[in-house]
């Protein structure tokens, strides 16, 4: 499906290659504070049993349908990949919450402004955050839909009033669990077998990654990244791991729909896996 977009996309639009940025606002976690954090816990190895399993296909969301305004979000010129990549996460968390609970699924994007703004180091929009703070935020105070608190590629001061944080209540998450930390003793296969195991589970993986910058600029139309040859310089970036098959991740950035086929591309899951540093999930609410 992913390259029958790429080559409907190569078709309307030039593969301009997107600016990687320096920085693209993403902190380093504390390790002290995250050993407090619990393990997320799965009961059995469902990879094994779903070789190939795509988060979005299930909810019957295609990226080609994406709006490309609300989803996939764009960070711009903002140091916000934290806040997009946990706000992302949560509309496919939501979607499985209310399948799970009203028997059809209620498809919403949320604003990672909302995030960002509220968990950023004082100052400008080019500092960054952490991914736990976001998770935190979503934890104590919820998330608000984009068209209650918009999404903005360009401003961050703009903070949540009385009634914003009224509607953020109700979509909150019963908190969040790690899946791979640095200091996790697993090995390149470990690694992949947890992180595919987590999204078998249908659950959006957030991901704290140190990315190439070729992948950072992966071109618009380009539906999967190989390694270049030699060494290559990386940045800091959040990433949403939303599928796999025998051989790769399906990931969503937080460029909107300028990087690769509508915001998703395929990642080889041996160079994935060796990207990330961390990586959590979120707990559902349990009525």
């Known amino acids: 499906m992913l390259r029958t977009i790429g080559i409907y996309l190569a078709l309307l639009f030039p593969l301009v290659r997107v600016a990687a940025q320096e920085e693209s606002g993403l902190?380093?976690?504390?390790?002290?504070?995250m050993k407090a954090v619990a393990w997320a816990k799965f009961d059995d190895d469902r990879a094994v049993?779903?070789?190939?399993?795509?988060?979005?296909?299930?909810?019957?969301?295609?990226?080609?349908?994406?709006?490309?305004?609300?989803f996939p979000l764009d960070q711009g010129r903002c140091a916000s990949c934290a806040g997009c990549a946990v706000a992302q996460a949560y509309s496919i968390h939501y979607a499985?919450?209310?399948?799970?609970?009203?028997?059809?699924?209620?498809w919403?994007?949320?604003?990672?402004?909302?995030?960002?703004?509220?968990?950023?180091?004082?100052?400008?929009?080019?500092?960054?955050?952490?991914?736990?703070?976001?998770?935190?935020?979503?934890?104590?105070?919820?998330i608000c839909p984009v068209q209650t608190f918009k999404h903005s590629s360009y401003t961050c001061e703009e903070k949540p009033n009385n009634q914003q944080l009224d509607t953020a209540s109700e979509f909150r998450i019963a908190g969040f669990g790690k899946v791979i930390t640095p200091d996790?003793?697993?090995?390149?296969?470990?690694?992949?077998?947890?992180?595919?195991?987590?999204?078998?589970?249908?659950?959006?993986?957030?991901?704290?990654?140190?990315?190439?910058?070729?992948l950072a600029a992966l071109p618009r139309g380009q539906c999967?990244?190989?390694?270049?040859?030699?060494?290559?310089?990386?940045?800091?970036?959040?990433?949403?791991?939303?599928?796999?098959?025998?051989?790769?991740?399906?990931?969503?950035?937080?460029?909107?729909?300028?990087?690769?086929?509508?915001?998703i591309a395929l990642i080889p899951a041996d160079e994935l896996a060796s990207m990330v540093e961390w990586a959590f999930v979120m707990n559902y609410i349990l009525y």
């Open 224 to 263: 999967d990244w190989r390694s270049p040859n030699g060494k290559e310089t990386a940045v800091r970036h959040a990433l949403v791991l939303t599928g796999y098959d025998e051989h790769h991740f399906q990931v969503l950035n937080s460029l909107g729909c300028r990087w690769g086929c509508n915001g």
């Open 27 to 33: 902190l380093p976690e504390n390790p002290k504070e």
């Open 96 to 106: 499985f919450r209310t399948r799970r609970d009203e028997k059809k699924a209620r």
């Open 49 to 70: 049993l779903s070789p190939r399993f795509f988060l979005l296909d299930d909810l019957g969301v295609s990226p080609e349908s994406f709006s490309c305004n609300d």
């Open 108 to 142: 919403l994007h949320f604003s990672g402004s909302y995030v960002y703004n509220q968990i950023k180091k004082p100052g400008d929009c080019r500092l960054g955050a952490r991914l736990s703070d976001g998770l935190k935020l979503l934890t104590a105070k919820g």
């Open 184 to 214: 996790s003793d697993y090995n390149l296969d470990d690694k992949i077998k947890q992180l595919k195991n987590a999204i078998a589970w249908r659950n959006p993986v957030i991901v704290y990654t140190n990315l190439p910058k070729s």
